[in-house]
């Protein structure tokens, strides 16, 4: 299991339900600790690919292997646990509850893991340590989410998916509501963390321009085939 890569996939197929889009992918790796940026346009299906991976979506066919498990092998309990002890999620929109404190916000994948819940130890000095570290200042930790800027909002849901230290961090295009230095400088922070956790991250964008901070970037065409919608935006 140690030796197993984060993510494994092998000739997945998904189609959406209503049958227009469809993504098959062959194969694809990210290795325990890396960081990879998967780059791609518009409706290329990078959130797709992100939620299979995650198993918020099933595939049709194909095996997803994360850490050695093969998700199709885990019922809905099972693989909502597994999702829990082991990913931390970025979305694109943050996704924070806005009238939660932002500490509240931090600890909510700790509700859902004990794995987490024991490796974060004390929870609230560990969700506080880690705001500060991401740049949140403690003033705001008390106040509710929605009163907090989007660049602040994000580093809230930086430490909401790092908090107990998970091995996956997958991260939806979570600079694009920011200017050039802002991501950098929060893609800088980051690392900063997923050194110290070990932690593997795939994030996804459609902006090459973040490249350099990563340890692998490839386009979503290398690995994907698709048809449908939007399929000559990336296929082309
Ligand atoms: P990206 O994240 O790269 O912008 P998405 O994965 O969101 O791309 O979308 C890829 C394709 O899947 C698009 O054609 C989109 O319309 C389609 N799609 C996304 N969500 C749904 C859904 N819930 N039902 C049907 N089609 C969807
Ligand atoms: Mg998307």
Redesign the pocket.
Known sequence: MEDDPAVLIRNAAFR?P?G??ALRIDAFALARGERQLLL?P???????LLNLIGGFLRPQSGQITILGRELSDLGQTALDRFRADHFGVIFQMFNLLPYLSVLDNVLIPLRFSRQRRQQAGDAHACAERLLSRLGVAPDLHRRPAAQLSVGQQQRVAAARALIGAPQIILADEPTSALDHDNAGKFLDLLQTELQATGAALLM?SHDARIADHFDRVIDLTSIARTE???SEACCG
């Open positions: 959406w209503d227009e889009f791609g518009s409706g290329a299906g990078k959130s797709t996804v449908g919608r939007n």
